[in-house]
């Protein structure tokens, strides 16, 4: 049971998190009844299973907050603010629940007992404002509505018998949804009346889960006084197609005349849904893969064993180079391929799309925007751009910090809004796409942006940088990375610790990223963080200087060229000239100090890009294709910007890897600086 | 001018042949009457009969009727004499 318990957690989580991810899409389109089929879906599902499972609190509340999403349904009520709070309230709550099942902690049990408090009263003004009936709260599944049609037709001296047809049409009422019609053609005029006699006769269509004998019972005592007719017209709420205005209807031809056209659009809607429903089942069929839920330690040692396994593939090919022996180098060279096919294969299981984390953020910016009184509209894209599980859970908190700050630093208050004269509502958008293999994401607002000079004076104030120092715009921006930098006035609960951006910086640098601040005064603010796709394996190039091994990730690399090595020796500008472009280049034997003893007569030249940016490299070989498993580099490297890690070659020896980002980051701009 | 004529307290079934003798008798005398309806008490079927037939005859007029609009959309009746 315990087994089935932690089942069942896991999946109340996920429950719990599109429950979160279809509020926060209602919030934007309270009218999207998709959304609120999703929510009451997996209301349902979380109310069925907690209970199976003993969450008995869960399953309490789920029932109560089902009951009012089935009225929204229902279009008996509608998705206001108080609904929304109160459902997010709860999932909130939810999540503390998986922990303390009973609900014994006091402040679980305070927020529960306040939970079902502001459930009903969200119920009563439900109540209130659409005269609901107990009928009408019961879940729809629960519900197999049949509509009735109900001739009445009272005899003229029914009146005698202590009979009264009004107390007949109140009774079949009481069964369901109904509307009356009376026909008044026999009632003569006032001279030909006789008061005690019956002229009026009636219709009622009413929608019931009652049978017909349930409805005949209500006539059993006047069945002599009466016409009684009791048909099944619709298996279903046909009062729901179409308003039917009694005051329209004066005689029984036009009401029948009605229901058939009634009758024909039910068919038509039923038709449609039923389409839709087949759709729904067809698209699911071809487009959802079975699926099954696997411990993520699992993954990450499947992940461990693959590197594992590179590894010794390369130190096995090596071998089968050096022995000459055909067969073994056809036999490596397949296992070569099959362990390329299952490197891709475990590395496209650890990938996680983004927006698993951006839709939190929509939730902490809602919550943020409520707190400080600032209205934002928070925009998310790319969310489906997939990224290395184990950079995403690192990337989660640098991103909350960064949205906090945004949301408390960057965006304006009604007032300052109102002040710097901005009539564009506030905006943050959070953006994620892939740039080679590399994933760039961005956090864009259009607040009142960072002073540069505000930025060095508070650093100048702090003694994090002296008086004199002269420093571009940009350098300024770049202080509020610096360790203990906080421009707050005052030390909120928001942002503005004191601590923050260093710690974001390292963070993102740990994941092998680099974070870039842009920003303008009054215009606004983007934060650009770009990442590596993954932490574990890349395709490269195998280079060499001499008898060191150098690593290129493959995805740089966009041609190879041969050029004499004078010609990039006596280089007096730093660019050659290839395919009729002037490139500037990097040598990789002066870069990192190689001895110039032993230099080749030709020297091989890797061009490797970064969107429009290009870069030459110069290397004395090029080995070939290598699959490289990443090892961070250790301590004594730290301040070598160009390299991005190492990797163990199937000799034993280390060959480096070379961020390729970093190089054209430094080397081309600061070339495109110089012209 | 037309004589107004005011039916008020209980309109059952019980008391409804007074109540439409009444009337017969008012408009016996006057030729026309102004009728108004309010302060009823035992709402039937057989008064909105009787309210239904009024508005049928040329020589009265129903020139206010007060009564419960639930009761009469109860049993089916929208509106009134547009009252």
Same mark, same amino acid.
């Given at each position: 049971?315990?087994?089935?318990?932690?089942?069942?957690?896991?999946?109340?989580?996920?429950?719990?998190?599109?429950?979160?991810?279809?509020?926060?899409?209602?919030?934007?389109?309270?009218?999207?009844?998709?959304?609120?089929?999703?929510?009451?879906?997996?209301?349902?599902?979380?109310?069925?299973?907690?209970?199976?499972?003993?969450?008995?609190?869960?399953?309490?509340?789920?029932?109560?907050?089902?009951?009012?999403?089935?009225?929204?349904?229902?279009?008996?009520?509608?998705?206001?603010?108080?609904?929304?709070?109160?459902?997010?309230?709860?999932?909130?709550?939810?999540?503390?629940?998986?922990?303390?099942?009973?609900?014994?902690?006091?402040?679980? $049990?305070?927020?529960?007992?306040?939970?079902?408090?502001?459930?009903?009263?969200?119920? $009563?003004?439900?109540?209130?404002?659409?005269?609901?009936?107990?009928?009408?709260?019961?879940?729809?599944?629960? $519900?197999?509505?049949?509509?009735?049609?109900?001739?009445?037709?009272?005899?003229?001296?029914?009146?005698?018998?202590?009979?009264?047809?009004?107390?007949?049409?109140?009774?079949?009422?009481?069964?369901?949804?109904?509307?009356?019609?009376?026909?008044?053609?026999?009632?003569?005029?006032?001279?030909?009346?006789?008061?005690?006699?019956?002229?009026?006769?009636?219709?009622?269509?009413?929608?019931?889960?009652?049978?017909?004998?349930?409805?005949?019972?209500?006539?059993?005592?006047?069945?002599?006084?009466?016409?009684?007719?009791?048909?099944?017209?619709?298996?279903?709420?046909?009062?729901?197609?179409?308003?039917?205005?009694?005051?329209?209807?004066?005689?029984?031809?036009?009401?029948?005349?009605?229901?058939?056209?009634?009758?024909?659009?039910?068919?038509?809607?039923?038709?449609?849904?039923?389409?839709?429903?087949?759709?729904?089942?067809?698209?699911?069929?071809?487009?959802?893969?079975?699926?099954?839920?696997?411990?993520?330690?699992?993954?990450?040692?499947?992940?461990?064993?693959?590197?594992?396994?590179?590894?010794?593939?390369?130190?096995?090919?090596?071998?089968?180079?050096?022995?000459?022996?055909?067969?073994?180098?056809?036999?490596?060279?397949?296992?070569?391929?099959?362990?390329?096919?299952?490197?891709?294969?475990?590395? @496209?299981?650890?990938?996680?799309?983004?927006?698993?984390?951006?839709?939190?953020?929509?939730?902490?910016?809602?919550?943020?925007?409520?707190?400080?009184?600032?209205?934002?509209?928070?925009?998310?894209?790319?969310?489906?751009?997939?990224?290395?599980?184990?950079?995403?859970?690192?990337?989660?908190?640098?991103?909350?910090?960064?949205?906090?700050?945004?949301?408390?630093? !960057?965006?304006?208050?009604?007032?300052?809004?109102?002040?710097?004269?901005?009539?564009?509502?506030?905006?943050?958008?959070?953006?994620?796409?892939?740039? !080679?293999?590399?994933?760039?994401?961005?956090?864009?607002?259009?607040?009142?942006?960072?002073?540069?000079?505000?930025?060095?004076?508070?650093?100048?104030?702090?003694?994090?940088?002296?008086?004199?120092?002269?420093?571009?715009?940009?350098?300024?921006?770049?202080?509020?990375?610096?360790?203990?930098?906080?421009?707050?006035?005052?030390?909120?609960?928001?942002?503005?610790?004191?601590?923050?951006?260093?710690?974001?910086?390292?963070?993102?640098?740990?994941?092998?990223?680099?974070?870039?601040?842009?920003?303008? $005064?009054?215009?606004?603010?983007?934060?650009?963080?770009?990442?590596?796709?993954?932490?574990?394996?890349?395709? !490269?190039?195998?280079?060499?200087?001499?008898?060191?091994?150098?690593?290129?990730?493959?995805?740089?690399?966009?041609?190879?060229?041969?050029?004499?090595?004078?010609?990039?020796?006596?280089?007096?500008?730093?660019?050659?000239?290839?395919?009729?472009?002037?490139?500037?280049?990097?040598?990789?034997?002066?870069?990192?100090?190689?001895?110039?003893?032993?230099?080749?007569?030709?020297?091989?030249?890797?061009?490797?890009?970064?969107?429009?940016?290009?870069?030459?490299?110069?290397?004395?070989?090029?080995?070939?294709?290598?699959?490289?498993?990443?090892?961070?580099? @250790?301590?004594?490297?730290?301040?070598?910007?160009?390299?991005?890690?190492?990797?163990?070659?199937?000799?034993?020896?280390?060959?480096?890897?070379?961020?390729?980002?970093?190089?054209?980051?430094?080397?081309?701009?600061?070339?495109?600086?110089?012209? | 001018?037309?004589?107004?004529?005011?039916?008020?307290?209980?309109?059952?079934?019980?008391?409804?042949?007074?109540?439409?003798?009444?009337?017969?008798?008012?408009?016996?005398?006057?030729?026309?009457?102004?009728?108004?309806?309010?302060?009823?008490?035992?709402?039937?079927?057989?008064?909105?009969?009787?309210?239904?037939?009024?508005?049928?005859?040329?020589?009265?007029?129903?020139?206010?009727?007060?009564?419960?609009?639930?009761?009469?959309?109860?049993?089916?009746?929208?509106?009134?004499?547009?009252?």
């Amino acid at each position: 049971m315990e087994n089935f318990k932690k089942i069942f957690v896991e999946e109340a989580r996920d429950l719990i998190a599109n429950l979160e991810e279809a509020m926060l899409t209602l919030e934007n389109s309270p009218e999207d009844m998709e959304q609120i089929e999703e929510v009451f879906r997996v209301m349902h599902s979380l109310k069925g299973s907690s209970g199976m499972f003993g969450f008995h609190k869960i399953e309490e509340l789920t029932h109560d907050l089902e009951t009012i999403y089935d009225l929204i349904r229902d279009h008996k009520a509608v998705v206001t603010k108080g609904v929304l709070n109160v459902t997010l309230t709860m999932v909130d709550h939810f999540s503390a629940l998986l922990q303390d099942i009973n609900c014994e902690e006091e402040i679980n $049990k305070a927020n529960h007992e306040a939970i079902l408090d502001q459930i009903k009263t969200l119920l $009563k003004e439900i109540d209130a404002s659409s005269h609901i009936t107990d009928e009408a709260t019961k879940p729809t599944e629960e $519900k197999n509505l049949i509509t009735y049609r109900i001739k009445l037709e009272p005899k003229e001296d029914v009146f005698h018998t202590g009979a009264n047809p009004m107390y007949l049409i109140e009774d079949l009422m009481a069964l369901g949804k109904n509307k009356t019609f009376v026909y008044v053609d026999k009632v003569p005029s006032f001279e030909d009346l006789s008061p005690q006699k019956c002229y009026l006769y009636w219709d009622v269509l009413l929608v019931s889960e009652v049978g017909v004998d349930e409805i005949k019972d209500v006539f059993i005592f006047v069945e002599d006084e009466c016409d009684i007719d009791v048909q099944t017209i619709y298996k279903g709420d046909l009062l729901q197609v179409e308003e039917v205005d009694p005051s329209a209807i004066t005689s029984r031809e036009e009401l029948e005349s009605s229901l058939t056209c009634l009758l024909k659009k039910a068919a038509k809607l039923e038709k449609q849904k039923n389409e839709e429903i087949n759709n729904v089942v067809k698209t699911s069929k071809t487009t959802t893969a079975p699926s099954i839920r696997v411990a993520s330690e699992k993954l990450n040692d499947l992940m461990n064993l693959v590197s594992e396994l590179v590894t010794t593939q390369a130190g096995l090919s090596l071998l089968a180079n050096k022995s000459q022996n055909p067969a073994l180098e056809v036999m490596v060279e397949n296992i070569e391929k099959l362990s390329r096919q299952l490197r891709d294969i475990t590395f @496209s299981m650890t990938l996680m799309p983004l927006n698993n984390i951006f839709f939190r953020f929509q939730r902490l910016v809602r919550d943020l925007s409520e707190q400080l009184g600032k209205e934002v509209e928070f925009v998310i894209s790319g969310g489906e751009t997939e990224l290395d599980k184990t950079i995403i859970e690192a990337l989660t908190d640098p991103l909350m910090h960064l949205l906090r700050n945004c949301m408390d630093h !960057g965006i304006e208050t009604p007032a300052e809004k109102k002040q710097a004269n901005k009539i564009k509502p506030s905006k943050i958008i959070l953006s994620a796409h892939y740039s !080679g293999a590399n994933v760039v994401v961005n956090i864009q607002d259009n607040g009142k942006g960072i002073d540069p000079y505000v930025i060095r004076e508070k650093a100048i104030e702090k003694e994090l940088i002296t008086e004199d120092e002269s420093l571009t715009k940009q350098e300024m921006i770049n202080l509020i990375f610096l360790p203990g930098f906080s421009t707050a006035e005052t030390v909120t609960d928001v942002s503005g610790r004191g601590v923050g951006m260093d710690v974001v910086q390292r963070n993102i640098k740990n994941l092998r990223g680099e974070i870039e601040i842009q920003s303008e $005064k009054g215009v606004g603010t983007t934060i650009q963080i770009i990442l590596p796709l993954t932490l574990s394996i890349i395709d !490269g190039l195998l280079v060499k200087i001499e008898e060191e091994h150098f690593v290129v990730p493959l995805f740089a690399v966009n041609k190879c060229y041969e050029v004499p090595y004078k010609s990039v020796e006596n280089n007096f500008n730093n660019l050659l000239n290839l395919d009729d472009e002037a490139i500037p280049f990097l040598n990789l034997r002066e870069e990192f100090g190689v001895s110039n003893q032993s230099t080749p007569e030709m020297s091989e030249v890797i061009l490797i890009y970064q969107e429009e940016l290009k870069i030459a490299i110069c290397v004395d070989q090029i080995v070939g294709q290598y699959q490289a498993v990443l090892k961070p580099l @250790s301590k004594y490297y730290k301040d070598q910007e160009f390299l991005s890690g190492a990797t163990i070659l199937g000799d034993g020896s280390v060959a480096l890897v070379l961020d390729t980002y970093k190089i054209i980051d430094k080397k081309v701009k600061q070339k495109l600086q110089m012209i | 001018m037309a004589n107004t004529h005011t039916i008020s307290g209980d309109v059952s079934i019980a008391t409804i042949q007074e109540v439409y003798d009444t009337l017969q008798k008012q408009v016996a005398e006057h030729g026309h009457i102004d009728i108004v309806v309010e302060n009823i008490t035992g709402f039937s079927i057989s008064f909105i009969q009787l309210l239904l037939a009024i508005e049928k005859s040329d020589k009265i007029q129903l020139v206010k009727c007060d009564i419960d609009q639930e009761l009469l959309q109860t049993i089916g009746i929208q509106n009134l004499a547009n009252i």
